[in-house]
């Protein structure tokens, strides 16, 4: 075995190759070697095998079959998958508690922010919520490659030719704007579903225009049987005069990683003062206040077809069409304790109580009025009167409908991503959440440094991009958080590391595995771009090793060179040069899970060579590697 130490990739993971590997393992017959484009053997799928092997089900040319299609599906899910040469460079200064906190805010395009977090956030993720742009017919902010002309479409959908001759009379005037959107859409929630847990859950917010596709993308991203709710939400308080229907409503779309065990984990909703003002305790039973149900069922049981006798001497069996709704045995059972209510005479239909003291809430409903959950003009108030009254940020949703979310699907210390951040209302909600409740939720939030119009409010207040309004209010409202009464055992984190999506850290390299061979990353290692720190290289290597961005991280200085401890021995890492055998021993000697260094920083060629031998000889556990 070579004692070469290994080296980082240094780029986002191949999901084509991970997709491949599935595959293999299915079907080891159907994976063979194929010449790649440099002419070195790679994984490739045999797809002449893998339809005998699939023969009684595959689907092939134009056979009719239930899908969605449009013009550029298959870019997108080329683009979700393919790597990219990217890194999270840590911005210290728009922080709050960089070193402690356990909530990230990632700056830059969503799509590159999930590629970049598919190692150290799979299967992580409990609770999902996007409020995605919606389609308007306008241009993304979001680059893609996936924005085209008219003429592109056109030509790509076959309606007309490569020379602008029409081939069908009638053209879908707004197809294009469709398309993008999908596209937009696919990729995105592609990568989303992978970082969930199996009890995970997203929400997805949208309007009229793209509910019904939005439907029917997520059922193929998620699967149909995974679909848990299409909740309506009533936006408006009063109706617009403008139109021939007011739009009052949008939607909230809800699907699960896995129906089954998201449903196991789902909360039910604490009882209202209006619910609870329900129960009364008309006949001072021990227990408390009561509500009474029905005690019959739908349909025939013979044995559920009793005569009842109550105390009052009234002789009832169930209506037509209906049984009781217990045995016998069982009604004789919760007569004894007191649990029936034959109305104040005792001469009544047999009614079920039920306690308030032993309802732990109601089942969610899929209809969230105004009154419960704010509208969008609360939400507006809530930015604005965080930012004295400007109006910087149009859209936000009410903080009250974020929290109905959290209360629902999340669970204390999970972790909940909103990779459309927008204005941060989904921080804003986790940080109030915790302040209540008590609970250790963190956030994770996504935004793209969208430009703010230089005639907007939120330009003329300062913002020059949507990024920094989304941090902005994190900050404020973490402020204000801070200054109230808190729960006792709140974790007090109002926090967020700042971590920017950049180039590599290495100039001049392009980090993928199709265009970089081994020996190419032999020769260029030391190409460290002169703007980056050594804490850039740090994010990168936790990136690339798929740890956790959130861990603690202290400096400490040894033998006049900086050493980095994550999570104290978790990770530790040394970019200097000049590295001696006496500092590598010292930091073999902390026994550290792993341990990284820079590949030309080493003193001499003998201490690089060295430097296996030693961890094998002190620490063997640990895992050793450069960049």
Same mark, same amino acid.
């Given at each position: 075995?070579?004692?070469?130490?290994?080296?980082?990739k240094m780029h986002s993971p191949d999901l084509t190759q991970d997709n491949i590997a599935k595959i293999r393992a299915l079907f080891p017959g159907c994976v063979t070697e194929a010449a790649g484009e440099d002419g070195k053997p790679q994984l490739a799928v045999d797809f002449?095998?893998?339809?005998?092997?699939?023969?009684?089900?595959?689907?092939?040319?134009?056979?009719?079959?239930?899908?969605?299609?449009?013009?550029?599906?298959?870019?997108?899910?080329?683009? @979700?998958? @393919?790597?990219?040469?990217?890194?999270?460079?840590?911005?210290?200064?728009?922080?709050?508690?960089?070193?402690?906190?356990?909530?990230?805010?990632?700056?830059?395009?969503n799509l590159e922010a999930l590629k970049l977090l598919q190692e150290t956030y799979l299967g992580k993720v409990k609770m999902i919520y996007i409020d995605p742009p919606y389609n308007t017919g306008s241009d993304f902010v979001y680059d893609d490659d996936f924005s085209e002309?008219?003429?592109?479409?056109?030509?790509?959908?076959?309606?007309?030719?490569?020379?602008?001759?029409?081939?069908?009379?009638?053209?879908?005037?707004?197809?294009?704007?469709?398309?993008?959107?999908?596209?937009?859409m696919y990729s995105r929630l592609k990568l989303s579903r992978n970082l969930l847990q199996d009890d995970g859950v997203i929400f997805v917010s949208i309007d009229d225009g793209e509910a019904s596709n939005l439907l029917k993308v997520c059922d193929e991203v998620f699967g149909?049987?995974?679909?848990?709710?299409?909740?309506?939400?009533?936006?408006?308080?009063?109706?617009?005069?403008?139109?021939?229907?007011?739009?009052?409503?949008?939607?909230?779309?809800?699907?699960?990683?896995?129906?089954?065990?998201?449903?196991?984990?789902?909360?039910?909703?604490?009882?209202?003062?209006?619910?609870?003002?329900?129960?009364?305790?008309?006949?001072?039973?021990?227990?408390?206040?009561?509500?009474?149900?029905?005690?019959?069922?739908?349909?025939?049981?013979?044995?559920?077809?009793?005569?009842?006798?109550?105390?009052?001497?009234?002789?009832?069996?169930?209506?037509?069409?209906?049984?009781?709704?217990?045995?016998?045995?069982?009604?004789?059972?919760?007569?004894?304790?007191?649990?029936?209510?034959?109305?104040?005479?005792?001469?009544?239909?047999?009614?079920?109580?039920?306690?308030?003291?032993?309802?732990?809430?109601?089942?969610?409903?899929?209809?969230?009025?105004?009154?419960?959950?704010?509208?969008?003009?609360?939400?507006?108030?809530?930015?604005?009167?965080?930012?004295?009254?400007?109006?910087?940020?149009?859209?936000?949703?009410?903080?009250?409908?974020?929290?109905?979310?959290?209360?629902?699907?999340?669970?204390?210390?999970?972790?909940?991503?909103?990779?459309?951040?927008?204005?941060?209302?989904?921080?804003?909600?986790?940080?109030?959440?915790?302040?209540?409740?008590?609970?250790?939720?963190?956030?994770?939030?996504?935004?793209?440094?969208?430009?703010?119009?230089?005639?907007?409010?939120?330009?003329? @207040?300062?913002?020059?991009?949507?990024?920094?309004?989304?941090?902005?209010?994190?900050?404020?409202?973490?402020?204000?958080?801070?200054?109230?009464?808190?729960?006792?055992?709140?974790?007090?984190?109002?926090?967020?590391?700042?971590?920017?999506?950049?180039?590599?850290?290495?100039?001049?390299?392009?980090?993928?595995?199709?265009?970089?061979?081994?020996?190419?990353?032999?020769?260029?290692?030391?190409?460290?771009?002169?703007?980056?720190?050594?804490?850039?290289?740090?994010?990168?290597?936790?990136?690339?090793?798929?740890?956790?961005?959130?861990?603690?991280?202290?400096?400490?200085?040894?033998?006049?060179?900086?050493?980095?401890?994550?999570?104290?021995?978790?990770?530790?890492?040394?970019?200097?040069?000049?590295?001696?055998?006496?500092?590598?021993?010292?930091?073999?000697?902390?026994?550290?899970?792993?341990?990284?260094?820079?590949?030309?920083?080493?003193?001499?060629?003998?201490?690089?060579?060295?430097?296996?031998?030693?961890?094998? @000889?002190?620490?063997?556990?640990?895992?050793?590697?450069?960049?």
């Amino acid at each position: 075995m070579s004692d070469e130490i290994e080296k980082l990739k240094m780029h986002s993971p191949d999901l084509t190759q991970d997709n491949i590997a599935k595959i293999r393992a299915l079907f080891p017959g159907c994976v063979t070697e194929a010449a790649g484009e440099d002419g070195k053997p790679q994984l490739a799928v045999d797809f002449d095998q893998l339809r005998q092997e699939l023969s009684d089900s595959i689907v092939e040319g134009p056979q009719e079959r239930y899908h969605l299609n449009w013009p550029g599906k298959r870019e997108a899910l080329i683009t @979700a998958n @393919a790597p990219i040469a990217k890194t999270l460079r840590p911005a210290r200064d728009e922080s709050v508690d960089f070193d402690t906190t356990q909530n990230l805010f990632i700056e830059g395009d969503n799509l590159e922010a999930l590629k970049l977090l598919q190692e150290t956030y799979l299967g992580k993720v409990k609770m999902i919520y996007i409020d995605p742009p919606y389609n308007t017919g306008s241009d993304f902010v979001y680059d893609d490659d996936f924005s085209e002309d008219s003429q592109s479409f056109l030509i790509k959908s076959n309606q007309k030719d490569e020379d602008g001759q029409k081939l069908v009379s009638n053209t879908v005037a707004n197809g294009r704007f469709h398309s993008d959107w999908l596209s937009l859409m696919y990729s995105r929630l592609k990568l989303s579903r992978n970082l969930l847990q199996d009890d995970g859950v997203i929400f997805v917010s949208i309007d009229d225009g793209e509910a019904s596709n939005l439907l029917k993308v997520c059922d193929e991203v998620f699967g149909e049987q995974n679909f848990v709710a299409n909740i309506i939400w009533q936006k408006r308080t009063s109706p617009d005069m403008r139109t021939a229907f007011s739009q009052a409503h949008e939607y909230f779309l809800m699907y699960a990683k896995d129906k089954l065990s998201a449903e196991a984990t789902l909360k039910k909703m604490p009882l209202t003062d209006e619910q609870k003002a329900n129960y009364k305790n008309r006949d001072n039973d021990p227990r408390g206040p009561w509500v009474s149900s029905d005690f019959t069922a739908q349909g025939y049981r013979p044995n559920q077809m009793y005569t009842i006798t109550t105390p009052g001497g009234a002789e009832y069996t169930p209506p037509e069409g209906r049984c009781w709704y217990n045995v016998e045995e069982e009604y004789e059972r919760l007569l004894a304790e007191g649990r029936l209510w034959f109305g104040a005479d005792g001469r009544s239909v047999p009614r079920k109580k039920t306690y308030l003291s032993e309802v732990e809430g109601y089942t969610p409903w899929t209809w969230w009025p105004n009154k419960e959950v704010g509208h969008s003009q609360k939400a507006k108030k809530e930015v604005n009167s965080l930012f004295g009254a400007a109006e910087v940020f149009s859209t936000p949703k009410p903080i009250a409908a974020l929290r109905r979310m959290l209360d629902i699907a999340a669970s204390d210390e999970c972790i909940v991503l909103d990779f459309f951040a927008g204005s941060s209302s989904t921080a804003h909600a986790v940080l109030e959440k915790n302040h209540e409740d008590g609970t250790s939720i963190k956030f994770l939030m996504v935004q793209i440094p969208e430009p703010c119009d230089p005639n907007s409010r939120a330009f003329k @207040a300062g913002y020059t991009n949507v990024a920094e309004i989304s941090k902005e209010r994190i900050r404020r409202a973490g402020e204000g958080i801070s200054k109230n009464t808190h729960h006792d055992d709140w974790n007090k984190d109002v926090g967020f590391r700042v971590l920017k999506i950049d180039s590599s850290n290495m100039a001049d390299v392009f980090y993928t595995p199709d265009q970089t061979a081994q020996a190419d990353l032999l020769s260029r290692v030391d190409n460290i771009k002169p703007d980056r720190t050594a804490e850039d290289l740090l994010f990168q290597v936790l990136l690339d090793w798929g740890v956790d961005l959130t861990l603690p991280i202290r400096r400490e200085t040894d033998q006049s060179k900086t050493v980095f401890f994550v999570d104290d021995t978790a990770l530790m890492a040394c970019f200097d040069d000049g590295i001696s055998e006496d500092l590598v021993k010292e930091l073999a000697g902390h026994a550290p899970m792993r341990i990284v260094f820079k590949d030309t920083g080493f003193a001499d060629d003998q201490t690089k060579i060295n430097v296996r031998q030693i961890f094998k @000889a002190m620490s063997p556990e640990t895992e050793v590697k450069a960049i």
